[in-house]
């Protein structure tokens, strides 16, 4: 079964300034998708980055980039010019590149605090 | 596009009492899926359809728990019984069919607290 970890409860940064967010997974799969969701206080989980692992570059959405490293099993999230708006809880999550095996495994999260 | 629906938004009930959790997913999306979350843990899954088909259980998904989309469209999560341990966030997810990168779009979710 693969498991995902999240080594980091909570993290804070200065407004303006970047922040990484760690995860690393576990899985004998070699094709799989791996995702960043944020979760603000009290409000529905959004998708922020995706990443397939046959690609070897590195997605990047505005603000947001990853650093994937697949031999390495680790998919950590960079957010620069942290803004208030980025203040929530982040989840990495994994999916199996098996066709019918739908199901996201995620890790436990990091609370991000943004400090004005 | 109006988004994943949930309903209610919370419900609070006695231990023993059975409940029902409604999800709307995103109109075209024919892939609906279950999770749970606990304080502090990231979401679980439950149980996912393919239009009105279930196609997959969790272990989690113990007798007393039920789940239909009898239609293909809205789905519903049923727990009978319920235990103190089924105090939960319970959120719905829809996506289209395609390949694995496509992301689950998730609703606000349903809270679930047992007295």
């Known amino acids: 079964a693969q498991t995902v970890t999240q080594s980091q409860p909570e993290m804070s940064v200065q407004e303006a300034e970047t922040v990484t967010l760690s995860c690393t997974y576990d899985?004998?799969?070699?094709?799989?998708?791996l995702f960043w969701y944020k979760q603000p206080p009290s409000r529905q989980m959004i998708l922020v980055i995706r990443?397939?692992?046959?690609?070897?570059q590195n997605a990047t959405e505005n603000r947001f980039s990853v650093n994937f490293q697949k031999a390495a099993k680790s998919f950590s999230l960079k957010i620069s010019d942290s803004q208030l708006g980025d203040a929530a809880m982040y989840f990495c999550?994994?999916?199996?590149?098996?066709?019918?095996?739908?199901?996201?495994?995620f890790g436990t999260g990091t609370r991000l605090t943004i400090i004005p | 596009d109006t988004g994943v629906s949930q309903d209610p938004r919370h419900k609070i009930t006695k231990r023993g009492q059975n409940v029902t959790f409604r999800c709307d997913p995103i109109?075209?999306?024919?892939?609906l899926y279950w999770y749970r979350q606990t304080l502090g843990q990231g979401p679980e899954f439950l149980t996912y359809f393919q239009n009105e088909a279930q196609l997959e259980k969790s272990r989690l998904l113990s007798d007393r728990f039920s789940a239909e989309r009898p239609k293909g469209s809205f789905s519903t999560l049923e727990i009978q019984r319920t235990e103190q341990g089924d105090s939960a966030m319970y959120l719905c997810?829809?996506?289209?069919?395609?390949?694995?990168?496509?992301?689950?779009?998730f609703g606000d979710g349903t809270r679930l607290s047992i007295l």
């Open positions: 899985t004998s799969e070699s094709d799989y998708y």
């Open positions: 999550a994994y999916r199996s590149g098996d066709f019918g095996n739908e199901k996201l495994t």
């Open positions: 990443q397939e692992a046959y690609k070897q």
């Open positions: 109109s075209e999306h024919n892939r």
């Open positions: 997810a829809s996506s289209p069919t395609g390949r694995g990168n496509q992301p689950q779009h």
